[in-house]
């Protein structure tokens, strides 16, 4: 072959690798200009954001302080059993924000979030570290009768046990429902480790061993007394099973911080699998609601509880609920929610800044109580309490 053929194909060859080339190194250069002009455009927005957040800020800080040394006077009046006054709360609602959102930084995509643990780790990991398996229910109806037994056993109301069931699982979750997955949807996520009836997360089963762990061990007892055959050693299993459980749950100081350390652990996250069993789920779900209304006795607190103020003692913790149900009906038209957040956890709470008063907010949940009580899973869960009575 001639040199110059050689030349001639070569040459071919090289425009060919261009052509190939031009239209990969035409899209590289869009999409340079393209995120040039998105860093441009988010530095600018940025900049607006900036300066709307920090003229916000000049108004949200002082109310945020004085919110806290309210509450920290509050919580040292309770200790001395007084009654708090209009002057030991904030009376102005807070500064809402209302400039444009933070920009998404489009060099840095975004966060996908911490994995949270859903029912088969915790199955996992309580058979991996405590070589448990809980007996679960063969039916829903099944789990529902042990607990309305042991919930009636424990002196509380169908009404208070039914209302706050479809208050945290919507009317209609099973013994398994987790805080997320309510529904079953394409995209659906667990957004906490909230589980069952009354969605307790991992830091709760954990305190609650801690700190009424004996009790929950007297009431399998009672069980075994009255089992013999297989019943008998499964019982007796179990509470070796739990006394483990127990003693890990108190192996740090009884602190919500402390507790909450454990149950990020593999061990904490295997003991949340008790939620599912049988025995054991229905009586630290009892248990749980029956902390707030000895809360409440113990404080001289007399009056039933409504599902509504037995509910803010649930989710806001006994203190802060208790705050809400000795409140005076005059205070409660007056006083704000955001009393009763951190700002962090009001600002991302919508319910709490429509319902902006302590009447409001304990008036919303009672209805929306009333409307889920009338759902299926309600329905049956009342049918189970009728039956137990």
Known sequence: MSSSLIIVRDLRAAVCTLALLFPALI?????????????????????????????????????WELIAAKRKQRIANQRNNEQPTAGDYVLEQPPL??????????EKPRATGEYIPVVSDF?????????????????DDDYRRAYAKAALAAGLTPEQCVKIYAFESGGSGGYAVQAGLE???????????????????????????AEVGDKILAALRAKARDADGARLERLDEKIAILKRMIAFSQSVPDRWAAHSRLAATDKGIGIHALILDLDVGPLLQVHKLLTSTTYAKRKGYTAPL????????????????????????????????????????????????????????????????????????????????AEAQ
């Open 183 to 209: 529904y079953d949807r394409p995209d659906a996520h667990a957004i906490s480790t909230a589980l069952g009836y009354n969605q307790l997360l991992t830091t709760n089963s954990i305190e609650l061993l």
């Open 306 to 385: 409504t599902a509504a103020e037995l509910e803010m003692m649930n989710l806001t913790g006994d203190g802060t609920g208790f705050d809400m149900v000795t409140m005076s009906d005059t205070l409660r038209k007056k006083v704000p929610t955001s009393n009763f957040f951190q700002r962090g956890g009001y600002e991302r709470n919508p319910v709490a800044i429509r319902n902006n008063t302590v009447e409001k907010l304990l008036a919303a949940t009672d209805a929306k109580m009333e409307s889920e009580a009338q759902l299926p899973g309600a329905q049956a869960l009342a049918a189970a309490f």
């Open 123 to 139: 199955l996992e990991q309580a058979r991996e570290h405590f070589g448990f398996v809980p007996d679960q229910p063969a039916t």
């Open 97 to 106: 924000y209302s400039g444009p959102p933070k920009p998404v930084d489009p």
């Open 27 to 63: 899209v590289t250069a869009h999409a340079d200009d393209d995120l040039d002009r998105q860093i441009s455009e988010y530095r600018q927005k940025l900049a607006v954001y900036t300066e709307a957040r920090a003229a916000y800020d000049e108004l949200a800080n002082p109310y």
